[in-house]
């Protein structure tokens, strides 16, 4: 059996012996993203058990530990545990109970947002979206240049229009009447953390010119609303190439009108596996090559099918 190793500060730290002798439990909160986490974690050569129990007494074994306020989610993730370890599957010994999970690396400072933490020494913030958003470019040959027209000035629009601006592009961030305000404020926030960045705004109806890319970062044209686009025809066709962070449906109405146009298309699957892969990635310190996260973003796709469509 593994010899238990602790930190200065008491903390049991998970050792490579661990590694090859304990099973991970996983609680399973959201199906395709917790599936997605263990396919990772699989790569890695942990062993994972994906925790399905649905039965009443995972309820009861939650509330046997919790206080009042705790979130009804929270209560079932503690009693989907608890009950894993007390059903004799396990040996109590060798397992690991995973819950999803100072410092800010330089993506999580600039975006002043954090989806990744790593703990040691210090407690050290990172943002991974950039990483997911980039590689997704990548995979579909697609490059991050020229002019480019964002749609949508929430949290992932944040991100890609600072890389953007961070690649040398021409932005324009289009929106919503009653958006304006938001996306005048990231134009600024850019200008100020970027200066020489060139950065525009206005509304849809107000779009003029062709564009190299066209990023979508608003939900429009998600499952179940997924005959709707950001922007209409006339604008897709003025667009080299489409980026649309939409992961569900894979084809969205904007993309399969982009390619008919014929411009390069990618969708948002390969974004989300691929920064949830830079998460492990800074946990591990072991980076992942395109050929293992393929089938990874294959079997999200199919999950995300199965469980929507």
Known sequence: MAKLVYDKDGR?????????????????????????MQKLLECEGYKVDMLTTNHRGIVDEGLKYVH????YPALLVIGQLIDAVKSGKYDPHKVALVPLMDEL?????????????????????????????LRALEDAKIPLAG????????????????????????????ARPSGLARAEKLAQEIRQKLPGAFVCVCTYEALEG?????????????????????????TVRRCKAVFDAIYNPRETMLLCTARQNGAQCAYGMPMLVWQAAAAQEIWSGHPFTAAQIAPVIEQANWEMERVFQ
């Open 68 to 71: 009042n306020d705790t979130c």
């Open 210 to 234: 062709d564009f190299d890319l066209l990023l979508n970062a608003t939900p429009v044209g998600m499952y179940p609303h997924s005959d709707a686009m950001p922007v209409g025809k006339k």
């Open 12 to 36: 049991l730290l998970f050792t490579k012996e661990m590694k090859e002798e304990y099973t991970l439990l996983m609680p399973q909160m959201l199906p395709v993203h917790f599936g997605m």
């Open 147 to 174: 002019k480019i027209l964002l749609c949508g000035a929430g949290g992932a629009a944040h991100m890609m229009a600072f890389e953007a601006a961070l690649a040398g592009c021409s932005l324009t961030i289009a």
């Open 105 to 133: 690396g330089e993506d999580a400072r600039l975006y002043g947002a954090v989806n990744t933490v790593k703990c040691g020494e210090h407690l050290v913030g990172y943002n991974t979206d950039c990483v997911g958003f």
